[in-house]
């Protein structure tokens, strides 16, 4: 529901879109509205009525008007794949940023080697543009100081250069590091002590248990 809303804002507020594409996209928006009306509306009846007449398109009732069959909606696993790939690199992406602790709006060329694939997503620019500020380009040499992810089983990159200030960031990673150590130790010591083992609740053990695995998995992907 959120992506599809989030997607469908990148074609209805683009200008250069043609209104055939808009028209698209709100035929879309209002199909799946009045299918999500006449669901809920055996137990939420008043707030459904209110909704349907509110639709383009829709007549009489929505008490007297026939239950949505799954069968009229047949589900398309080409678009859902495509989909599903924009959200990867979308949500992906992100996690890069989250890492660096760089802005969302931060703009990002991803580079793709694998033909098929960077067809598939230069299909979706503008969309990942929106959504994530993306650009997607052809991979032909890879550049000096990239970050990466593999997206259907394919790597892609992305160059930091004039992005990221290197020293910067790597001194800001030593001292990431240094405290994941020290956590590390101290719930290292903790689980260590015979007498905390014993006398500890069995859920408090296990969640310091837990903190050590998380910890040291975070040690380990710096």
């Known amino acids: 529901c959120d992506w599809y809303l989030e997607l469908a804002k990148s074609v209805l507020y683009d200008e250069t879109a043609s209104e055939a594409a808009k028209n698209a996209v ?5 199909s799946t509205m009045g299918v999500i009306v006449r669901l809920v509306h055996p137990f939420m009846p008043f707030f459904s009525e209110q909704v349907w007449h509110l639709l383009p398109g829709t007549k009489g009732f929505v008490a007297t008007t026939a239950f949505p069959k799954e069968s009229d909606y047949p589900a398309d696993d080409g678009t859902l794949a495509q989909v599903a790939l924009v959200q990867e690199v979308i949500t992906k992406s992100r996690t890069i940023r989250s890492e660096m602790e760089l802005s969302p709006r931060t703009p990002f060329t991803v580079m793709v080697g694998n033909p098929e694939l960077y067809t598939k997503l230069k299909a979706h620019e503008a969309a990942l543009e929106k959504l994530a500020k993306l650009s997607i380009e052809q991979l032909v ?3 000096p100081g990239v970050a990466s992810m593999v997206v259907a089983g394919h790597e892609l990159v992305i160059p930091l250069k004039g992005i990221v200030d290197f020293e910067s960031e790597v001194a800001r990673l030593d001292k990431v590091i240094a405290k994941v150590e ?13 007498k905390f ?19 040291e998995n975070r040690l380990q992907m710096i």
Do not use: C, I, W, Y
């Not at 709100?26 to 209002?30: R, Y």
């Not at 020290?182 to 903790?190: A, F, H, P, T, Y």
């Not at 083992?197 to 910890?215: I, Q, T, W």
């Open 26 to 30: 709100k035929h879309t928006l209002f």
């Open 182 to 194: 020290n956590d590390v130790k101290s719930l290292s010591r903790r689980l260590s002590n015979p």
């Open 141 to 143: 040499t890879r550049p």
């Open 197 to 215: 083992s014993e006398m500890a609740p069995v859920h408090v053990v296990d969640e310091v248990r837990g903190k050590l695995v998380a910890a």
